[in-house]
């Protein structure tokens, strides 16, 4: 069964992210909020200890990474990887429950904010950046992309189903899930694009792995601008995808 989550709601959402910069983050945290609600069907509400447990799982794996310092890239790429497993395995969510903005707003500013202020400091500008704790963007969120991205990615068929969740890198990762409406939202698709990014070991001096990836992608676009792909079966995605791939490393060498 579905665990739903608190929806914290639109108004509060805004008046804690704008006591961040005057608030001690520590001091905001909390388990629940009487301004948050939940959805009426669709599961069961989830527990003060359910909540309890995720917070105290993702705030040791901070911990490990440095936190309360200032983390480095290193630090946050660790802290990422590890918690698309925690947040993916333990908030038992169905897609529909994990694409409610508010969702993940309540988790970044009520029951993790200090978590996120580390990993999410104030930018150039001297701001928090708003996407990243209010779930404007859920492929930019805190943890909202990190479920998305474990959503994708889990490979139930394999011996390690996380075994993809490490291959790509965030910038990478980025240029699928951006694309959300015609790759992201398909996981077939991007753990086929995974795969054939691992299994590609072709090389061409002067053309950087990268920049084939990117051509790739471009090309797949292309393709599911006007092919219905829901239907195929992962090894037809797979041989959709290196063909591609190769189409677009010819093509970058003849430029």
């Not at 509060?12 to 009487?34: C, G, H, I, K």
């Not at 939940?38 to 901070?62: C, I, P, Q, Y």
């Not at 990887?81 to 903005?101: D, K, L, W, Y």
């Not at 390690?160 to 291959?167: A, G, K, N, S």
């Amino acid at each position: 069964m579905s665990v739903l989550y608190p929806r914290l709601l639109p108004a509060e959402t805004e008046r804690r992210f704008r006591m961040l910069p005057d608030r001690a983050p520590a001091d905001l945290v909390s388990l629940s909020s009487p301004r948050a609600v939940f959805a009426a069907t669709g599961g069961r509400r989830v527990s003060r200890d359910e909540l309890s447990d995720l917070r105290s799982t993702l705030m040791a794996e901070a911990e490990r990474c440095g936190f309360p310092a200032p983390c480095s890239t290193a630090e946050r790429i660790d802290f990422d990887r590890v918690a698309m497993r925690i947040v993916f395995s333990q908030c038992h969510m169905t897609p529909g429950e994990a694409s409610n903005r508010q969702v993940w707003a309540f988790i970044a500013l009520v029951l993790l904010p200090d978590v996120c202020v580390w990993r999410w400091p104030i930018d150039k500008d001297g701001e928090f950046p708003r996407d990243r704790f209010k779930g404007t963007d859920l492929t930019r969120h805190a943890f909202g992309r990190l479920w998305t991205r474990a959503h994708v990615l889990y490979d139930p068929l394999a011996e390690d189903p996380y075994h993809l969740f490490d291959v790509l890198g965030e910038e990478a990762m980025d240029q699928v899930m951006s694309r959300r409406s015609a790759l992201g939202a398909s996981p077939p698709l991007v753990r086929a694009i995974v795969r054939t990014h691992v299994e590609d070991t072709e090389s061409i001096p002067g053309i950087p792995a990268r920049d084939v990836f990117r051509e790739s992608l471009t090309r797949l676009l292309r393709i599911t601008a006007f092919t219905d792909l829901d239907a195929a079966e992962e090894s037809e995605l797979g041989l959709l995808v290196r063909q591609t791939r190769a189409e677009a490393r010819a093509s970058l060498v003849e430029r």
